[in-house]
């Protein structure tokens, strides 16, 4: 059984930085390619980054692109998501997700899922 758990969640000002990791086990994480998502209220869920199984390639969504790092140590089958300079708008929980697939931004193509974690920038 494949779990996500992730972790680095909480509060911050704005303009501060957090790192989300995400620990995945029961897997063979090297294979897997892993997303970093978060959800508002009343939105679909979208992807924040993305990562493929080596790290060589990465995505990023247009809101965070230039102010978030996504990175992996498939030695420790985690993932990293450093997200800086962070607004009032990042509020929302995060969520670490892995697909035996390809490379995608549709969550329908993940195949796991961690409970969340919530990320809250004030003001």
């Known amino acids: 059984q494949v779990q996500l758990v992730e972790s680095g969640g909480g509060l911050v000002q704005a303009g501060g930085s957090l790192r989300l990791s995400c620990a995945v086990s029961?897997?063979?994480?090297?294979?897997?390619?892993m997303g970093w998502f978060r959800q508002a209220p009343g939105k679909e869920r979208e992807l924040v980054a993305g990562?493929?199984?080596?790290?060589?390639?990465?995505s990023y969504a247009d809101s965070v692109k230039g102010r978030s790092t996504i990175s992996r140590d498939n030695a420790k089958n985690t993932v990293y998501l450093q997200m800086n300079s962070l607004k009032p708008e990042d509020t929302v929980i995060y969520y670490c997700?892995?697909?035996?697939?390809?490379?995608?931004?549709?969550?329908?193509?993940?195949?796991?899922w961690g409970q969340g974690t919530q990320v809250t920038v004030s003001s």
């Open positions: 997700a892995a697909n035996r697939g390809t490379t995608s931004s549709a969550p329908r193509d993940y195949d796991y």
């Open positions: 029961g897997g063979t994480f090297s294979m897997y390619v």
């Open positions: 990562i493929n199984w080596n790290g060589g390639g990465t």
